[in-house]
């Protein structure tokens, strides 16, 4: 089955699953109230919105410059900084890593640069156990699946969901609460992150003229994370670049808000190196990879390389209503919703996954929500026509467009048939195109224009 096959059967089955709907509804009508209050408290959110885009367009202008002078500022003080230039050389330089330091056990930060390369399957193919130390990660890993959103991975499941899941995974007692289910993670991962050799983390924002790495979290793991193992790994995309780091202060509320509904995220982390002869605390190594894996192929593009501003603050998810219907599965990438259709056909393949720019209503909420302001429904458009222009989609499709433009460039086109005519021909859509839940419209026996006149007379 093909991935556009595919995304069709998936979308068709859990667009009608009333558990889905009503669980991923709730969760993201907290958000929505969490954000209406976070937007509160901005007397300008729009000026703010304009200076952050304002900020990521002008690094890719210089985006070489910024990222040698992030590489110069961290390597002075001991930082071995390594360039990737798609998800198999970033494998082979964690492995090799992991096989320096005979690491048996990794505690790993949210990151979704992370599941681009799919680290725990790295790891656990290597025999070094990896343990997602977010509480929403830990609970999709204890599943077997992978993050359902970019800031939110459990958002698909219920409170009674994790308490079964956890019954069934660690035997807790079924009527578990979410705060005794979360002291339960916390004791577990306690002796996770005092054993662990490696640590890996993400990064938020790449900050050049410090040479430094910002992680943002609200549950103090990444900090956990990077405080007891003796190797720190940073995997990060090339594309989180800033030139400063007096600029967080407007990066950090933006991401906040519009990610949680926070003022700002309860714990903001930089590190800028590994321990240094006059401290006692730290890793001992620390090694950034810089991940290229498709993004100068998005930087080529002179429609779509705007989406490389992206902060990944899952705004646009929240509020696109094919996200809210099909779920965060049925795209099968790591970047799902609005960014993610706009993105993974350069990442992965115009001809495996152009479709994705096809699942939008192009209503503009995505736009609206962005604190970069990327034009995302005017590069999905762009998409579309790629994909046309390179024979991507259904040839049906291609004379059924020929058909139209033919019949409604000229009012006598649509004149010359009579209503029952347009009504068997659209009669099919009924049952497939048109989906099983609606029916076509019915047109009227005689044509506007024919109404028009005869009402005119």
């Known amino acids: 089955m093909s991935q556009a096959h595919k995304f069709t059967h998936d979308a068709e089955a859990i667009a009608f699953d009333v558990k889905h709907r009503n669980t991923i509804k709730f969760n993201i009508s ?41 590489e110069e500022k961290i390597s002075a003080r001991g930082v071995q900084v ?51 130390t977010d509480l929403g990660e ?45 002291e339960y993670v916390r004791q577990v991962l306690r002796k996770k992150y005092t054993t662990a050799q490696v640590g890996v983390t993400g990064a938020n924002f790449l900050i050049a003229d410090i040479g430094g790495i910002s992680v943002t979290e609200n549950e103090g793991n990444g900090l956990m994370t990077t405080a007891f193992p003796k190797v720190h790994i940073v995997l990060a995309g090339i594309e989180k670049i800033i030139p400063r780091m007096s600029q967080l202060g407007l990066f950090y509320p933006l991401l906040a808000a519009h990610g949680t509904g926070q003022q700002i995220t309860a714990y903001n982390t930089i590190f800028t190196g590994p321990r240094q002869a006059t401290e006692v605390d730290g890793p001992e190594k620390m090694i950034v990879i810089l991940l290229d894996n498709g993004r100068t192929n998005v930087f080529k593009d002179d429609e779509a390389y ?19 219907t099909i779920g965060g599965y049925t795209y099968d990438t790591t970047y799902s919703g609005p960014i993610g259709s706009v ?14 720019s096809f699942a939008s209503t192009l209503c503009g909420k995505c736009n609206e929500v962005c604190p970069v302001k990327i034009p995302l429904t005017d590069i999905l458009l762009s998409n579309r026509r790629k ?8 040839a049906a499709e291609k004379w059924v467009m020929k058909g139209f433009k033919l019949i409604s460039s ?7 048939f009579p209503g029952f005519i347009k009504n068997m021909a659209t009669y099919p859509f009924n049952f497939k195109g048109w989906g099983p839940k609606r029916s076509m419209p019915a047109f009227a026996s005689k044509s506007f224009s024919q109404q028009y006149k005869k009402k005119q007379n």
């Not at 090799?96 to 656990?124: F, G, P």
């Not at 902060?311 to 809210?324: E, Q």
């Not at 993105?343 to 994705?356: M, N, Q, V």
């Not at 994909?387 to 259904?394: A, K």
Request: with cysteine; net charge negative; hydrophobic share 40%.
């Open 30 to 70: 907290r958000y929505d109230a969490a954000v209406s209050k976070g937007m509160a408290r901005y007397n300008n959110v729009e000026a703010a919105k304009t200076q952050a885009a304002a900020i990521k367009r002008e690094v890719l202008q210089h985006w070489d410059k910024y990222l040698i002078e992030f």
């Open 410 to 416: 000229n009012r006598i086109g649509f004149d010359l």
């Open 306 to 324: 705007e989406s490389l501003a992206c902060i990944r603050c899952g705004a646009c998810l929240n509020g696109c209503p094919v996200y809210k």
């Open 343 to 356: 993105l993974t056909p350069f990442l992965r393949g115009f001809k495996d996954f152009s479709h994705l």
């Open 138 to 182: 830990f609970i999709v890993q204890v599943a077997g699946e992978k993050p359902y959103h970019i800031v939110t991975p459990a958002m698909h499941k219920s409170k009674g969901d994790i308490a079964k899941l956890f019954n069934e995974k660690f035997g807790t007692p079924i009527e578990s609460t979410p705060e005794e289910m979360t």
């Open 387 to 394: 994909s046309v222009e390179q024979n991507l989609r259904p």
């Open 82 to 132: 390594l360039w990737a230039s798609d998800a198999e050389e970033a494998t082979g330089y964690i492995e090799q890593i992991l096989r320096e330091n005979d690491a048996h056990l990794l505690v790993k930060s949210k990151s979704m640069t992370t599941e681009e390369i799919e680290l725990n399957d790295i790891a656990t193919n290597m025999g070094c156990e990896s343990v997602e």
